[in-house]
Every structure is written in C-alpha cells, then in structure tokens.
C-alpha cells in the first residue's frame, strides 16, 4: 500500500522538554488509520508538526512524499482540530460559504444546503454561529472538514460531545468518504470507533510508539484482550483521562 | 495576486462593510464636522463682526484732546454723565470719549449698552475710522493713502535662484496627503491590530491553514483593510472638500486656495510615499496583532503605535528648517517615523529628491519586512491560543 502520510523518526521538545521521542509509522492511502494515546501524550503536536504548525526538533513528517504546504500540494486536506472554533459572529451560511470558497468547492451553496439539511441544521443556515449549540458548531466544522472531499481526513476527537444519534451520523459521514477513497487520520478515546473503523492504529506513550500495527496484530500482542482493556493496560490507572 | 489572496480581501470587506459598527464609526467624523459647521453657520448669524455704522446710528463723541476738525459731526459739548444718561434712555447707540491724556497714553473710550455675550463687538474700531477719516480730510491723497493704510503689499517669495518660492502654496497639498495620512494612521490601527487576533481569539486558525497558507490569509487581509480605510478616508475628505468648495470665495479661504500651487513631482512623491506609509503602518499592526493572543492585549498596543508614528508632529518646527538637524535626520530615516517626517519635509520643501526617495525605499522595505514577520508570526504563534503573547507581556 503506498503511503499517504509518511513519519520517519520525529522528535519534538519545547523549551528543552521532549515530548516526542522517536515516533515513525506509515498511513496508507485509503486506509482509516486510529491515532490514539492518553491526554497530553503528543497527539495534536504530531498532527500539527505534520501540518506546518510547528517546526519538528528531529525527523520528517511527510504527506505523500513531500512536507506539507496547502496551496503546493497534491494532498488536499480535511482537519477538524482539537481546537473547535469558527468565526462566531457571522452566520453559519457565511462561515461555510468561506471556507467552500478557499477550498474551491464548485455550487458550493447547494452543497452547504445539502450537507446542512442532512446534519438536521436546514433552519440554522443564516443563524449566527454563536447562537448555536457547541454540537450544532460541531456539525458545521465537521461540513467544514469534508468540504471538497479532501484526500486526507484528520479528525482530532470529532464524536466528542456528541450524543449516540450524532455520533452514528458522523461515522455514517466517516464511512462515506472512506468508501469515495480518503485517508483518514482518527484521533480518538472511544475503542470502539477503532475496533470499528480503523485499519491500524498506533498507541502513543512516552513519545514512543508503544504499540503500532493492524487491530488484531496490536490485540495479539495484548494476548487478545480487548482494545479497552489494552489502553488501560498501556495507560494505566494514573493517566489524566 | 492569488485567488485565495482575493478570496480573503472579499470576505473581510464584506463582512466589515456589513457590521454597523463600521458605518458609525465611518461617518461619526462627517457628522461632528456637519453638526460643528452647521451650529458655526447659525450662530454666526447672530454674532456681529463688522461695525455697525450707518445714517441711523446715534452717536456722540466727547473730543477733550480737541485733536478732531470742526466738521466731525458728532461732536457733543455736554459732560460724559449726561451722555451715558442718553445712552441709558437709548437716545444714544454709541459714545466715545478722547481724554485730554490722549496724545501721552494713546486710549480712548467706548461706552453703548451691552447686548450679553458680545465677544466680537467691534463698535470700538468706528472711531478709529472717523479719526481717520477727519485727519485724511486735512492732507492731500496720497498722504491720505498713506495714513489709511488702504493699500496693499503683495508678496513675492523668491527663491535663492530668483524664481517664485511660494513655499506654503506649494506645502499645501503634501501636507494634506500627510494630515490624510494621520487620520488613516488615528482610524484603522486598531481594525489592522485585530484583524489576525479575530482567528485566534475564535480557535479557527488551525483550521483555516490547512485551506490557505498564512501569507496568503495575512495579506488578503491588509488587502482588504487597506481598501476599507480608504473608504473611510473618502468618506471623511469628501464632505471636508465639499465644505471648501462652498466656501471657496470667503476671505481666509480664498487666499489659501489661491496661494495653491501644484507641484507634479511633490504630488507624486507624495502619493507614493502615502501608499508606502500605509502599507508598512498595516503590516506592522498585523504584526503586532500576530504577536499577540487577546484583542486586549492587541488594544494595548494602538496607543503607542499611533504616537510612533506621528512622534516627528511634535518636532514639526525643526522639520521647517532647510538644514535639516540630527533629529530631523533621525526621524527621516527610522522606519517607524519616517512616513510622518517624509510628509513634513516634502510639505515644506526641506528634503531633495536624492534623499526622500531613499527615505521612501526605507519604508518600502520596512512595509515588506513587517508583513514577512505578520507572516511568520501568524504562522508560528496560530495554535498558541492562550499563551501568544511576548515574553514580556506574560504574567511572572
């Protein structure tokens, strides 16, 4: 399988404390891949330093071959951060209609319409955002996200908050652009989204990869126990969930 | 310019030109000056700024330095109770006495009833005009011309080659770019500082990186802020020039307009400069507002940032001076200072060529060099939500 994202011995310290050690692992293209460790163990950092935010210590993070740049690059990408945020005085219709536009969606305001009537948002379209739920702001970040599906989806937490009914809705929408052919990136805590939808997975401790491979290779390596069981293992009972 | 670079402008300007709180802000200036020229108009109505003095003005004068001929007509005999006494009965509207000590301390009297606040009554000067008048009267006209002062000195400035100076003629149109230039400054620092804390204060510029790169993001917006301060300034000068029109042929006025002289090289050099000012002055509030993580502490920033800027105001005397001294010097070519001490020197005519156009090449370059940082800045400090600001402004 050829490599959409590519990450070859990163480090990464700040103000002289290393957070990441020595990480490498591969994510294919069309594969989901579960990107999972405790709170503070260098998710987000990793993902930033692979989207340009910061400037790794040691290593390379590559997206289908090259660093990434959003205007000079093959990869177009889908990022809903840990960070959830969007311009809160402004309609949600402006808000998306600005971001269909940088990302170059063709009819984008029938897209925004039709993505808006399915997430069950059809009334809110000239709503302004800060007059929203933070789910209902969720819904549009995810619509944000998966504008002009692009090749690589990175959701960093993207059913947190998010009641059962949603939360299906989200993966139903996850499961699509899988099947139209994207990578996708899955930062999350629920195993079971992993056991569900992920490829491979890699669980991130100390700055390491303390375990890395397919479900059943990484199962395997626990003596079959359940991923749950696994992260508490791993983790153990001290970590700050 | 990029797609995305005119995707940004649009949507910044749109949505500013959206918010009413642009408009109040652009049109509370226009509308003080119309509410201030409007109240000027009407009460100038009521205020009496030339002597009254006609056939049906009663006035008397009690002549006791006898310096007035015979033929003065309104010579009074009686004493200066009885007089005021007229005044009292309004049988007299004005009444002027000339003390025996007139020719030693050179005062004179003026008594009339009051009317309230009369602070430009200029009753007084019709003596002056009848004293003057009498005098003429005795001597021939030159001699009268001479002592009326009823003529006028025309000046003609020259320069050191003999030609026509006309040093303010020519300064009045780049010293108008350069007071355009401070009310740009004083209007849109703070709209230029906030503008990139508005992605971080909103959690949103991780996400809109992956759409755009961070140049492109910062300068479709100095694009877009530039555009709308220029709205604004057109908003302010159009009605001030439209009042100059209107009032083209009213003394002071006159004579401003009519000493205008249009100096091509200066009107150009002006413009340019003006764009340059501009440009550099947005590029270093974005850089400023790229350091920081709150519109707090951006707001902390445009008070010092304005007063950089217009610092060589201060020293304006010594920018009149043709020799340029070392603050002068300094302020012409510190990057910061340099738009306002440009403006001044190329105003008063105390700055070659050669030397201004090094001077504009400094803020060329300083323009170039502080939207590179508003770049890299953005970029570096975009996820840094709650800890952007500089060292020292973190809390020990």
């Known amino acids: 399988m050829k490599s959409m994202v590519e990450v070859n011995h990163f480090k990464m310290a700040f103000s002289g404390k290393t957070l990441i050690k020595d990480l490498s692992f591969t994510v294919g293209k069309g594969e989901i891949f579960g990107f999972l460790g405790s709170n503070g163990s260098g998710k987000t950092t990793t993902i930033r330093a692979l989207l340009g935010f910061y400037e790794p210590t040691g290593g390379e993070l590559l997206m289908d071959g090259k660093k990434f740049n959003p205007e000079d690059s093959d990869v177009t990408v889908g990022y809903l951060p840990e960070e959830r945020g969007l311009y809160r005085k402004e309609t949600v219709m402006d808000n998306m209609l600005y971001f269909a536009e940088l990302k170059k969606l063709q009819n984008a305001r029938e897209w925004i319409l039709k993505y808006l009537k399915r997430v069950g948002l059809a009334d809110k379209a000239d709503q302004r955002v800060d007059k929203l739920s933070g789910g209902q702001q969720q819904k549009i970040q995810l619509g944000i996200t998966i504008m002009g599906d692009p090749k690589l989806l990175i959701l960093d937490e993207p059913t947190k908050g998010f009641d059962p009914i949603n939360r299906r809705l989200l993966m139903d929408i996850i499961d699509e652009h899988h099947a139209k052919g994207a990578s996708i990136i899955m930062v999350t805590h629920y195993m079971d989204e992993v056991e569900r939808f992920c490829d491979r997975a890699l669980l991130l401790k100390d700055g390491t990869a303390r375990a890395y491979g397919t479900i059943k290779e990484i199962k395997r390596e626990f003596g079959g126990k359940s991923l749950d069981q696994i992260f508490v293992d791993v983790y153990g009972e001290n970590h700050e969930q | 310019m990029s797609s995305k670079t005119i995707q940004v402008a649009k949507y910044e300007i749109v949505r500013q030109l959206k918010k009413p709180a642009f408009w109040a802000a652009t049109l509370l200036i226009p509308a003080l000056i119309g509410v201030l020229y409007f109240i000027v108009f009407v009460s100038s109505n009521g205020v009496n700024t030339e002597p009254k003095f006609d056939e049906n003005t009663k006035i008397a004068i009690s002549d006791e330095a006898g310096i007035l001929s015979g033929q003065v007509p309104y010579l009074t005999t009686e004493s200066k109770e009885q007089n005021i006494e007229k005044l009292e009965k309004g049988e007299l509207d004005l009444y002027y006495v000339i003390p025996k000590d007139f020719p030693e301390n050179k005062k004179a009297e003026f008594y009339h009833i009051s009317e309230g606040l009369e602070v430009f009554n200029n009753d007084g000067a019709i003596l002056k005009r009848i004293l003057s008048q009498d005098v003429s009267a005795r001597v021939d006209d030159l001699d009268a011309l001479v002592l009326t002062g009823e003529y006028e000195v025309t000046d003609h400035k020259l320069a050191k080659d003999g030609t026509d100076a006309n040093v303010l003629g020519k300064a009045i149109i780049p010293l108008f770019v350069g007071a355009v230039f401070f009310m740009f400054v004083a209007l849109c620092g703070n709209r230029f500082l906030l503008t990139v804390v508005e992605e971080k204060e909103n959690r949103i510029s991780e996400m809109i990186l992956t759409s755009i790169s961070s140049k492109h993001l910062i300068v479709g917006k100095i694009v877009a802020l530039l555009i709308l301060g220029l709205v604004q300034i057109t908003v302010l000068v159009v009605p001030i020039l439209v009042m100059v029109f209107l009032n083209r042929d009213q003394g002071f006025l006159a004579s401003i307009l009519g000493m205008i002289e249009v100096d091509p090289l200066a009107v150009t050099l002006s413009i340019i400069l003006f764009v340059a000012s501009a440009v550099f002055y947005a590029g270093m509030c974005t850089f400023v507002g790229a350091l920081v993580s709150t519109a707090r502490d951006a707001s902390s920033f445009i008070g010092p940032a304005i007063i950089a800027m217009v610092l060589p105001l201060y020293f304006m005397q010594m920018f009149m001076a043709t ?58 400090n975009a996820i840094n939500f709650g800890v952007a600001k500089p060292k020292f402004m973190r809390k020990r």
């Open chain 2, 323 to 380: 020799e340029p001294n070392t603050i002068v010097q300094v302020f012409t070519y510190f990057p910061i200072t340099a738009p306002i001490a440009l403006m001044l020197r190329n105003g008063f005519g105390t700055i070659s060529v050669p030397e201004f156009c090094i001077g504009t090449s400094i803020v060329i370059v300083s323009a170039v060099v502080a939207i590179r940082l508003a770049v890299k800045t953005f970029q570096k």
